[in-house]
Nanobody, 122 residues
Framework: QAQLVESGGGLVQPGGSLRLSCTVS????????VGWFRQAPGKDPEGVAC????????TYADSVKGRFIISRDNAKNTVYLQMSGLKTEDTGGYYC???????????????WGQGTQVTVSS
C-alpha cells in the first residue's frame, strides 16, 4: 500500500526557513515524480514544486522560484522541500504527491500524503 508522510511544518516568522520532508513507503520512489502542493483556506490547491523520477527535471511555481528548493534522496525514500524567505502568503497545508510525471494538475498524482501545516506569521 502506497503511503506518503509529510513532516517538518510549523510556525515560522516572515523571512524564516523550514524544511519539509515527504517519506514514502509501499512503492519504489525512483520510479515516480514527486510534487509538493499547498492549499490555503478557501483556495484551490497550488502546485509548488516537482522533481522528476530521475531528478533531471525540477519545476517551481513562479511564486516560490528562488526561495524554495526541491530535492530527493531515493535511497532514503524521501523528498525534501527547503523553504526560505518565507512570506505570510506561503501559509497553508503542504502536501506531497507521487505520479509518473511532473504534471500541473492534482489528477496527475494518484498518491497523496495527509499534509503538514505551514504558518508564516509574526
Amino acid at each position: 500500500q502506497a503511503q506518503l508522510v509529510e513532516s517538518g511544518g510549523g510556525l515560522v516568522q516572515p523571512g524564516g526557513s523550514l524544511r519539509l520532508s515527504c517519506t514514502v513507503s509501499g512503492f519504489t520512489l525512483d520510479h515516480y515524480a514527486v510534487g509538493w502542493f499547498r492549499q490555503a483556506p478557501g483556495k484551490d490547491p497550488e502546485g509548488v514544486a516537482c522533481t522528476s523520477s530521475n531528478s533531471l527535471i525540477t519545476t517551481y511555481a513562479d511564486s516560490v522560484k528562488g526561495r524554495f528548493i526541491i530535492s530527493r534522496d531515493n535511497a532514503k525514500n524521501t523528498v525534501y522541500l527547503q523553504m526560505s524567505g518565507l512570506k505570510t502568503e506561503d501559509t497553508g497545508g503542504y502536501y506531497c504527491a507521487a505520479g509518473r510525471i511532473c504534471g500541473v494538475r492534482v489528477s496527475d498524482y494518484p498518491y497523496w500524503g495527509q499534509g503538514t501545516q505551514v504558518t508564516v506569521s509574526s
